[in-house]
Nanobody
């Protein structure tokens, strides 16, 4: 599974960003049968889960982003997105797209999100 994340940038607190992860180089059946997720890693911190979406569309969110972030997927386009609203300085991190296909895990290259106060 090949993943390419995009959409990061600099935004003021309270603003919004939409991250996108493309698996355009992935066979459709593999992508559609992969659980997808977004993780993030802030400087000096370990990588943490932000949100996941299963092959059936079930979602799971970290408590810190519930009500502010929304994960979605479009299997026909081989994309998974993360809509981030009401951003806070603590959301500043490199965001990584993840795919889990069976026992295998794949990661994108990461996209930097910086939220200024």
């Amino acid at each position: 599974v090949q993943l390419q994340a995009s959409g990061g940038g600099l935004v003021q607190a309270g603003g919004s960003l939409r991250l996108s992860c493309s698996g355009s180089g992935t066979i459709l059946s593999v992508f559609s049968n992969s659980d997808m997720g977004w993780y993030r890693q802030a400087p000096g911190n370990e990588r943490e889960l932000v949100a996941t979406i299963s092959t059936r569309g079930s979602t799971n969110y970290a408590d810190s982003v519930k009500g502010r972030f929304t994960i979605s997927r479009d299997n026909s386009k081989r994309t998974v997105s993360l809509q981030m609203n009401s951003l806070e300085p603590d959301d500043t991190a490199v965001y990584y797209c993840n795919a889990e296909w069976g026992r295998l895990a794949f990661w994108g290259q990461g996209t930097l999100v910086t939220v200024s106060s």
